[in-house]
Every structure is written in C-alpha cells, then in structure tokens.
C-alpha cells in the first residue's frame, strides 16, 4: 500500500469516506427542518463498508442496494445533486421525485437500485448475476444488505441458486447490530454470519466492517472469485448503525457505552489514526468534498417541485424501444 | 386453419420467440428437461440448451427477483409460476418490485418480463391451486395482465407479451392445455394479439356479457343457445384485464343496455366490480338493467367435485343470470 | 294561458283509451267544436271535440297508444306558450285539466285523484336510466309511462318497454318500413332489427309480380270498427234480400214542390226517412232487434242513413221520426249530415238506430246490396233514379209502354227475425209511400 497507485486509492477512500458522512449529515440536516420528505435511513458510522466494497469494482459491474442505500450509491460514483435533489423530492432529481430516498437508481452506473423492502434487492442481484453469466461478460454484482435481510427467505433463497450455478455475485452483509431496533443476537444463535455461507457450499468470511481496507481485501478476492467464474462469496461486514433506525430515535435499545465505544471506532477515525495520509492532504480532500456536497444541497435546493402533469408518467416505459 | 393442442400453441410462441431474440430465457420449476408441468415447452430444453430453458429450486420469489435482476440487466425472462396461487409466496417480487421499478426509478429503465402462471377451477385442486387470483394481480398498476381464452389468443398474446417492454403477467387455463383449438396455418403471418384490447367474440343486441379465460367459452355456447330463440348476446373476451379496454365493453353497453360479467375469480373485490364502476360513467344513461355479475362465490375452492361443481359459472348458471336480466 | 288535454273518460267503466288518431297536428289551429282526436275504448271508436279555440302547442301520445284516462295527452294554448310550462301548471290543478275536451260522462272528482295519484308516481316510478333518458330525448310524459307495466329488472320500466330497439328504430324510416305496421319477435314483443328488415322483405316481396303498391295504411279506428261490426254481421246474420222497383216521378215532383215553396228544402234522403218509418209503423214486425236471446220490439222509431265522412262510413241516426215533421226531420238532417261528413259526431249521434238507409243514388248505380247494421234488423239500399221503359196499364186497360223515371230499392233483412212475407208486404208499402207521395205527408 505504499505505491503511487496505493496511495490514489487510499485518497479515493478516504474521500468517499467523507463524501457519504458529509452527505448525510446533511440529509439529517433536511430531515431536522423538514426540508427532506419520508424517512432518512442514515449511513453514517458504516461508510467503510461500501466504501472499501466498491473500490474493488469495474465500471461495468453492478450494485444492488437497501433501504439504507446513500453510502453504496455515492461509493459508486453517483451524481450527489441527482441524489440530494431526489432525497429532497425535487425535479431534478434520479427518479424526477417519484422514488426517493430508498429508490435511487442509476443503470448507467449499474446501480440496480435501492429498495424499500428487506431483501427485496437479494433475489435481483443474483438475476443480474444470472444474466452476466447468460450474455457470457465476465461482470459481477455486488449485492448489499443488511444483517437483518439474511433473515428474510429471499437471502437463502437467492444464495441457493447462485451457489447452484456458480454465479458471479457477490453478498456483502453490512451487520450493523440491528434491525430496527432489535439487535441480531437478541433474534439469532449464531452470530457469525457468513457461516451460513456454509449451508450453500459457499465461501463465507467475516470482516471488521468500519476497517475499509479490511473491506476491500475481502471483497477484491471475492470479486476475483467471482469474475473468474468460481461463484459467489458471502461476506459479513460488522459494523455500526451510529443513527437511529430512521430519522431520529433515542436509542434506548442500545446497551450502555455500546454506542460510545463504536464511536471510537468510527470507520473515518480509524482511517485517520493509521496516517495514510497526512494531514495536509486530508484537509485538501475535506475541501473538496465539503464544496461537492454544498454545491450538491445547493442544487437540490434550487431544483424545482416536480410538475403535477407528470404524476403519470413512468408506470410503464416511455423510452421507446428497448434492446 | 389447423388443429393445436393448446400446449403446443404456447410452445410456438416460446420457441418462436426465443428463435426470434436471443435475450428471451425461460425459467421456473419444470421448465427444463421435464418440458413443463403441462409439457406446454416440450423439447425446448433440448433445442436451446440448460442456460436458456431454467429449471429452477421451487423458489418463487427467488426466481422471479432474479427475473426482475434479468430484465434489467438486458435480458427477457419468461418466468413460470405453476399456479397462480403461488404468486402469493412471490408477490413482493411481483407487486413491490416487478410492478414498480419502473416508476420508481421516474421512468429510467423497463422490466421486460413475463410471467406466465394458470387458473382453471374444476380440477379437484382445491383451495391453494385453483384460485383465480386475477384481481389481486390487477390492483397493482404498472403490470400488464393478458388472460387468453384459447390457442390463438395464447400465443398471440405471449408472442405480445414476450416483446413487451413492461412486465406481463400471462395467466393460462390448466383446462386448455390438452384441449385442441383453431390457429391459423403454420408460415401464415405470425399474430401478435395486442394487449389491452379485448374481442367481440359474438355478436348481439340484447345484452352483452364479458368475461375472460374458460368462461368465455361457456358463455359463447349459451349465446349460440339464445340465438335461436332470437335473442342477442353479445360476447366480449376481455383478452388483457390491465389494461382494461373500456371501449369496447362501453360500445358493447351503449347498444344492449346490459350488461353481465363472468368470472372465474371470488365475487368480492374482484375485476367484475371494478369493470362495472369503471364504465358506470359512460353507460350509467344507457342501463336498461343493473349490471349483475356471475363469480365464484366467496369461499375457498372446495375438493370435492360435489362441491367444486357449485361455483363454477357454468352454462345452467350464466343461462339464468342472463335470463334475470332480459 | 293554454290548456291540459287529457284522455277523457267516455265510459263508465272505462279506465284507459287507445288513442286512435289525431285530427290536428302541432302547430295547427284548433277551433271549439271542431274534431280534434279519435279514441277508442272498449266499446267503441269515439271522436272527441275541441271545447277551446287555440292552437295545437304539444301533442303527448302517439296514435296507437293506450293511455290511462284523466292522463295528459295533449296541450292547447297560443303559439308561443310554453307547453311544459301549462303542463306542469294543468298538472298542478288538476280537475280542471279536463276542461279543454268534451268529455261525456267525465267524473271531475275522480279525475282530481287521478291526476293527484299519478303525480306521486312520477317520483317512485321504477324505470331504468336509459328508459328514462329514452323518456326525456323523446320528451315522453312520466305519467304516460307509469302506467306501463315494466318487463325489466324486478319489473322495471325498460326502454324495450317504450319503443323499438335503436337499431330498428334507426332502420325503419330508411327502409320505408312504418314501426307501428311491424310485429315484435324480441323479448316481450321488442321491435328488433330482424323485425325490421322482414317487414321490409315482406314488402318487397309483395312489390314483385305486377302487383305495386301504392300506399299501405294501417287498419285500425273507424275503418276497423265498421269493417268488423260488418263481417261479424255478415257471418252472423242471415241477410234475404227483397227488391222492388219505384216510380219516382211523383217523389220528385213533390220535393221540387217543397223546395219551389221556399219555407224549406228537402232531400231525397229525408222522404226516404219518412218513407221507412211509415212503413216500420205499418210493419212494427221490422222495427226490431235481437239482444242476446231476447228480440226487443222497439217503440222508437230511429232512422240511420249512411253517410260516407272523412274517415269512412258513418251513420247518423234521426231519432224518434214517428213523431216528428218532414219539415223537422229536413232540418235536423241538415245540421246532422255535414257534421258526419266531417266526423263531427258525437257517439249519441250515430247510435241506437233501428233501422238503416243505405242511399247511393247520387253515385248513378244501377242496384246494390247492403249489409244489415246489427244490432237491427233492417237495411233499405236506394240506388239511382233512370229513366226506363216501363209497361204501364192506362185507365182504359190498354198496356203500354212508357218512359218513367224508375229508382231499385233493395231490403236486407235478418232472416232470424224477418220472414219474407212480412219483409215483401214491408218493400211493398215502402215503394206504394214512395209512388203516391202524399201519404209521406199526412
């Protein structure tokens, strides 16, 4: 980690980092004063996942994301105004205000979407997975969830089948402690997620979730795996919900110092603490990232309410002819 | 003209389809070696091989998401849920994410699939595999549903469905697998049935009853009966329940000022509700009687043929709807 | 401000009437007394008159129609009125709605009820949205329609039930086919668009050898009345006949005499009237009728004379002649016999006679035939008066043969109640008044 390009990607990471915190600091900014419509499910505390997932990718991989998706899309390169305009509910924004906060997509990015329902994403990962083996691409998709999803059937469902078929997927399970507000341990026995890669013949690995270099060794081989037609892995990435389940809550689920002593290990802060890169550079990268996501706000902001005549528009597809 | 099973016209199209455009797979449970649970594509496995004709785990909502993942990533998969009672166990696939993407991405990407299923009461298949659950699939907007009636319409009809760019849900009748229908000569120009456009299957002036799948053939021999005693039925085949063609039923009411709908499906919330408050606003000057409708009634499918008999909108049954009406 | 016609109630029993034919269309001009519309109850076909000038503004039923008595079927008033305006308010009153026709035997009273019960039924009527928008475009009264009864749903009132299908309807004036003429196959007799196309075939058909057709009316009103009052006699009655040849020379004579003297006109028709009923005096065994199983001798001596009207034969009666004046009978047939040409009669005017003449002398026919008029038991056919060579016995005994003017009259009797002796002394005695006209005057 020590060459040129190393260090262009550490940068990379630690901008990301920053862009995603930044970002949704300023999602919850909008939610406080009632700018950002619905519901705000924050990133926050778990940027290293994506963060460190993603880097590994090509740019004609996919992504498939949840509810809890900001971090996977901005990780991915999406436009930030696109997505705050779109948080917002505005015009401009990816899904011209029809979808939100939990629907964002992007396919020029080979973002297959958040999505709104637990494990609804899952089973549509392991279809493009499916359809990269069917055209022949040596493509790989890269499907987000959390550790509440791996209790929905949809997970075992889906793992089945691409272990079956040897498909080139690859299942990141973000366990950040908590579905809603109830803690994996309180609903599940074992708590090593990616043992239940076992059951599917396939490889599974547990990682520390907030060390982002720790992400994207784990994903790289898996990816590697994957692209090279070896199937999937399963990946647990354990990490931390620092916000509440939505918007704002009191956490009075979490058990006492639980919080502060994930807060010590903020994904962010550890990545600081290691000294990749020096502190002049760091502050040039909280420049940058600070004059994206103001210029980002900025227009959203400015962007107009969508227009009433386009309530009906887009139930089916207006693009014409399709491949 | 010649004579197909109707097993074969649904192959046709597949086999034609999938000759026609690479993008098109199969998938489901059966659908591979076993040459579908109603040998409906027999031989297919053989011709286009493992990849393209997928037999799948009995996963409904797995295979179907992993459709939606297909279609979006360039592909045009024809999913086979074997009966439409197991749609319940996908629907969050179907409902949540096969019938929405679309809008909720504001439009940017189609999801060109197809999902084929069946009905058919009158098979002893009680109450988990004989539902019609044709309302239920109908409520959701952004899906297309295309009921066909016959041969000719099931393969003009999934033809349509397969090149669409918007998800489809192609329901089948179990009856009609093994029972021989009219098509038009092979190298004929291929039909492609359009969808949301419904047929004037016979014509009438005395009162209209539309319907979709088996019961358009049970009402078409009722209204041959009452043609000979000089009274006028007209026929609608409905072909596609979303989108709904309005038109024609309205046209049809505008001229008979009757109107009765045939469904397969529960009486309550159903589409013959719906269909009837939906053109009550065209017709509501031109009812010469109350719109009535002939369902199953609200009960689970019951096994025993004794009881399964009872609520089947059978020929004795419409015959006596229809004369109430008159 | 205008009037309410209503279906007037001609009979004691009478509940509802065929509204037969109107004399006047919208628009036109309607004087009192004048013949406005024909109906027929259950007994008879009855010409009813206008009692208001004014002019026709709405009429509200169409020929062919059964209509509820004390129901509205028509509006007078002044052009301009506004005809729903005098509706509503002649609904309003009432009664008085009736007062714009002759109506015999009217019940005021229960005319007020009537109308007070079909008012409340406008609103609970049970009628399907489309019979009643069918109402509204073809501005059908409610009322008129409550009284049918529905085919439809729970007995509603369909539009099936107020017309022709659309489709027949909109074919019928194409294809020259009059609706009225058509027998209904669909459901509860529904004029359909099969209905219509045989209708037309079956008039082409009858079109093709030879044979065109010039125009096809309906049989129905007078013509109806008469032709089956006249083939139920035909078949029932067995008609004799009994025909004698009169010298007119001194008839003639007479009337020009009469006239000459200027303090009245006769007509041939009135000494005809005279004639019979001398002659029925001698002869009461002619004055009769047979009622059931019962033969009526009658005292009154009534005499019909068939007169061509407007609309067919009529036959005013002049009642009661025994008692009565040539001078009293000319002028009452004066005032009756254009009146009946015009059908202006009143139902009292052309019934209850006894016995009939049939006089087609002016028309120059040689002889002809009559039908006897039931429930009587007579008929006399006068034919014309030509001069022909007759075998006259002179004073001296000697025959020859001379030019008289000599007129056929013809008796058909009911040979059930008339034997021929009676019937030939009967012919006899009417040519003996006729040649020595002076006995018609004693």
Sequence with gaps: ?323 | MRTVYYRDAVREAIDEEMARDPSVLVLGEDMGPNGGTWKETRGLWEKYGDLRMKDTPISESGFVGMSVGMALTGLRPVAKVMFSDFMLVAMDQIANQMAKITYMSGGQMPVPMVLRTTIGLGRSSAAQHSQNLNAVIAHFPGLKIAVPSNARTAKGLLKTAIRDNDPVIVVENRLHYGRQFELPDEGEEEELIPLGKAAVLHEGADLTVVSCSEPVNTCLRVAAEFEKDGIGIEVIDLQSIRPLDRETIIRSVKKTGRLLLVDEGYTSFGITGEIALSIMPDVFYDLDAPIMRLCSPDVPVPFSPALEKLIIPDENRIREAIRKML | MGKVVIMPKLGYTQDEGELIEWYKAEGETVRKGEAFFEVQTDKTVIRVDATEDGTVLKLLAEPGTMMPVFTPIAVVGQPGENPEEILRSGQAEGASASAAVSAPSTEPGSSAAAAEDSEAEDKTIRMTPRARRFAAEQQLDLKEIAGIKGTGYEGGITERDIKASPLARKMAPDLGVDLRAVQGSGVQGKIRKADVLRAAAAAAAQEKPGLRIAEETPYRGTRRVIGERLSGSKREVPHAYFSDSVDTGKLTALRSLINEEGEYRVSISDLLIVAAAKALRRYPGMNVSLQGDRILRYESINIGTAVAGKAGLIVPVVKNVQDKTLRQIAAETRELFPRAQKGQLRPEEYSGGTFTVSNLGMTGIEDFCAIVNPPEAGILAVSAIRKKPVVVTGEDGEDRIEIRPMMNIRLSADHRLVDGLLAAQFVHEIRRLLEEPTLLLL
Excluded at chain 1, 107 to 118: P, R, T
Excluded at chain 1, 123 to 131: C, L, N
Aim: overall charge negative.
């Design chain 1, 1 to 323: 980690m020590q060459t040129e390009e190393s260090k262009s990607l550490l940068r990379a990471m630690y901008a990301n980092m920053l862009r995603i915190r930044r970002f949704e600091e300023e999602v919850f900014e909008f939610y406080k004063c009632g700018k950002m419509p619905g519901l705000a499910h924050l990133y926050i505390g778990e940027e290293a996942v994506a963060t460190g997932a993603c880097a590994v990718l090509r740019a004609d991989d996919y992504v498939s994301s949840t509810h809890r998706g900001h971090g996977h899309l901005i990780a991915r390169g999406a436009d930030l105004r696109k997505m705050m305009a779109e948080i917002l509910g505005r015009q401009d924004g990816y899904c011209h205000g029809k979808g939100g906060s939990m629907h964002i997509m992007d396919m020029s990015l080979g973002i297959l979407g958040a999505n709104g329902i637990v494990g609804g994403g899952i089973p549509i990962a392991t279809g493009a997975a499916y359809s990269c083996r069917y055209r022949g691409t040596d493509q790989v998709v890269l499907c987000f969830f959390g550790d509440g999803a791996s209790n929905e059937g949809t997970f075992h469902e889906s793992l089945n089948m691409a272990a079956a078929w040897d498909l080139p997927v690859v299942y990141i399970i973000e366990n950040n402690q908590y579905g809603i507000t109830v803690n994996i341990n309180r609903v599940t026995r074992e708590h090593d997620l990616s043992k239940r890669a076992a059951a599917y013949g396939i490889d599974g690995v547990s990682v520390d979730g907030n060390d982002v270099l720790a992400v994207y060794h784990a994903v790289e081989k898996a990816v590697d795996n994957a692209r090279a037609g070896k199937g999937p892995t399963l990946i647990e990435c354990r990490t931390y919900r620092q916000h509440g389940h939505n918007g704002n809550d009191n956490g009075a689920y979490r058990a006492a110092g639980e919080l502060e002593h994930w807060l010590s290990r903020d994904p962010i802060l550890l990545f600081e603490q290691k000294d990749y890169l020096d502190p002049e550079e760091r502050e040039n990268v909280r420049a940058q990232v600070e004059a994206e996501i103001r210029d980002a706000c900025e227009f959203a902001r400015n962007s107009p309410e969508p227009a009433p005549e386009t309530l009906m528009e887009g139930i089916f597809y207006e693009g014409g002819e399709h491949r």
